[in-house]
Structure formats: structure tokens, C-alpha cells
């Protein structure tokens, strides 16, 4: 749910930056363990909004993976150059893709709710992959059929159409889920007005537990601090994260934005409460 112009005016405070030193990317940030007093008004105004709005209702009624839409196989990866060429996304087709004449397919919930929308062909989901085929290493594609797998939703886990795409080297196949998500509805309130550091916009989200009882988001910072914590507001109709950084550092520092996966422990399943950012006042949602 980023935009382009929440990520330019995020890089321009960490250019603001002076001090600290630089931090590791994706090594694991921190969920605050007690509220952070200067997130909560912002995160209330987020909630209001949203709880019992025609927003709201839209969202549940529609189709909003959350997570990584692409499963690896059971035994990824074999080797670092495997592992490099899936992040590149460098892969090449050594073989046939089928052809369906289904249009459609259906995703199902587990209270027996569906929805069904248009179905990825199967050319279209090896396209979402990469497929570059450039230098350097590469996953070979040999083959695919629709399958299925679970995913977690803005309605929590639901059963979606999948290509298994087979890949050479590996006993069980990688799927990528053959729907593309509904169409967002119009927030009910507009992003934080002004750029500040004190509330960052939050990545994508990594993944949701199995009982829904924690999810897993990345949380950007910059390099002059000791990384990002992400702070949460629970009601009967949302969970609004707030992502922010803590600590400074002495010293000079150079300016980048950089991104830690965060898990944030909930009081309660997700189920199809909305999953909100603070600082845009949007869905936090998955890769597509």
C-alpha cells in the first residue's frame, strides 16, 4: 500500500539524519513492549476512522492477500546461488506452460464464505516470478499445474487457486497464487500531513501466524538509530500499527532508508479485523 511519495518524503528525513551508525537491513526489529505515548493519537484517529466506515466494509468483502503470494518449495534452497537467483528473480523456462480455459476460480474462507474473481494464467503468474532470465544464477522452470494453497487474508486464512510451478533440483514445487487482489476502497482519512521521525511508514507485510495471534511486518529506519519498533492499537474492527525508530547514535552516519522484519504480538486473533498503518492511514498490505 506504499506510494511513491510517502517513500520520497521517508528517504528525506533519513537525509535529515546526522548521527549514528549504520544498522543491518532485515536482521529483526522490536515490537514495543509498552504503548509509545507519541504514536497513540495518531493511531486513534487512524481507528475511528476506519471502524464501522463503508471502507471497512469493502475491505471484508473483498479479497486482500497479506503475506507473500509465492511459497518456496519444502527444500529451498539448495545452495546460495539458488537462493540469489529466486531474490534477482532471474529464472528460465525450460519447457511448456499450460494453457486453461478457465476464466474464473474462487477463493474460500474457512466459515465456507467465497469469492471468485479472474483466474492467472498460467504465463501471467511465471511473469510475476521474473523471469529474466539474465546472467548470473538461475532457477530452471520445467513445468506447471493449477493447484491450490492457503494464504492469509484481510478475512483471515483462506483456500486460493495456485501454479505449481516445478523446478528443476527440487522435489516439491513452488506455488504462486493465481488471483490478483481486489480493488483497494478509498481510506476514510489521508496520510500523516507532515513528515516527521518520530512516525515512519511501514513495508509490506511478511506474514501472519497460523492462529492469527501475531503478524510479521517490515519496519523501516534509518542509519543513525538503533533500528525500528512498531507499536499497536487493537478495537473490535482494526489493529493499527505504528512504526517508529528508537535510539540514536553518535558519530557520522550515512543516509539510506533501511527496512528490519518486526512481529507484533496481539492480544487476540487478527480474524477480519482491518490491518492498518498509522502513518498512511491504509491497509498494510502484502507483496503482489
Known sequence: MRTTAFRTAISLVVLGLLTAGCGSADTGGAAASEPAPHTRPRA???AKAW????AA???????????DPVQLPDDAFHS??????????NFVLRGDLPKTSR??????????????LPLMGARAAYDKLGGSN??????????????????????GPATVPAWLFTIEGYDTPLKRVALSPSKSPKPPIG????????????????????????VTVRAHHGACDDGPAVDVLETDGSVVLSGYMVGTKDGFCTAQLMAKKVTVELDRPLGDRVLLDAFTGRPVGGTQ
Open 51 to 54: 471502524d464501522g466506515s463503508a
Open 44 to 46: 486513534l484517529k487512524v
Open 103 to 116: 476464466k474464473d476460480a474462487k477463493v474460500t474462507w474457512r466459515d465456507g464464505d467465497s469469492l471468485t
Open 191 to 214: 496520510p500523516v500531513g507532515s513528515v516527521s521521525s518520530e512516525l515512519w511508514e511501514l513495508g509490506q507485510v511478511v506474514g501472519v501466524a497460523a492462529d492469527g495471534r501475531s
Open 134 to 155: 539474465s546472467t548470473g544464477p538461475r532457477l530452471t522452470v520445467t513445468g506447471a499445474k493449477l493447484g491450490e494453497t492457503t494464504l492469509a487474508t484481510g478475512r
Open 57 to 67: 466494509e469493502t475491505w471484508r468483502a473483498g479479497y486482500y492477500p497479506l503475506g
Open 80 to 89: 546460495d546461488a539458488d537462493k540469489e537467483a529466486y531474490l534477482t528473480q
